[in-house]
């Protein structure tokens, strides 16, 4: 009798074709089997649709002493909170949420530097030909979730279609640059949802 209230299996297929339909697809250039093959079919199976999202915001390489690894898409991206070691680390994030605007966000020539020893991170770009600079928290082991806010404000400033959602997984965010029937339909898969994000006062 348990077995009939077990979880239905979906295999791994059916999960990429339902992500196709909600809008999900990959860059020119990658396949699926490159995206998955990390990975057992029985990881994907234990939390259907939210494990494929992973992957597919994950960096990918070709060849294991590939050192030019791409993002399967540029609609996903899982960011490790805790990933503070390198001191251009603001310009990484900066210039990823960029790229998934597909150049749209006019944040240009970005420089950073996050400094352990002064323990003081400075960041500045360049936005409608103009220089700005922000003032970023520093944390020694954690990324600044603000920093965000920040850039998804001057992204909603445009008006588009697409705006930027997130999961909480833990120490890592699984951020999502999609419209709102993207955002409709991937929620009646993935368990946790997807949020819209939501900006201190």
Not at 122 to 134: D, I, P, T, Y
Request: charge should be negative; proline fraction near 2%.
């Amino acid at each position: 009798m348990i077995s009939f209230f077990r979880n239905k299996t979906i295999p791994l297929a059916e999960q990429w074709s339902k992500l196709q339909e909600a809008g999900i697809h990959l860059q020119a250039d990658m396949d699926m089997e490159q995206v998955v093959a990390g990975n057992s079919l029985s990881w994907y199976e234990e939390k259907p649709y939210t494990h494929l999202l992973i992957s597919l915001g994950e960096k990918v390489c070709k060849e294991d002493a590939d050192p030019d690894c791409a993002y399967p898409s540029d609609q996903l991206w899982y960011v490790d909170l805790q990933a503070v070691e390198n001191t251009d680390l603001y310009s990484q994030l900066a210039e990823r949420m960029v790229a998934m605007t597909g150049g749209q966000l006019d944040i240009t020539h970005v420089r950073s530097c996050l400094d352990h020893e002064q323990e003081r991170v400075l960041f500045s770009f360049l936005h409608g030909g103009e220089r700005v600079e922000w003032d970023v928290q520093y944390y020694s082991e954690w990324v600044d979730k603000s920093f965000f806010d920040r850039i998804i404000q001057l992204d909603r400033q445009r008006g588009g279609e697409r705006e930027f959602v997130y999961m909480a997984l833990g120490q890592h965010l699984l951020i999502a640059y999609i419209d709102q029937t993207q955002f409709k339909l991937l929620n009646k898969l993935v368990d946790p949802k997807f949020n819209v994000w939501t900006m201190k006062k």
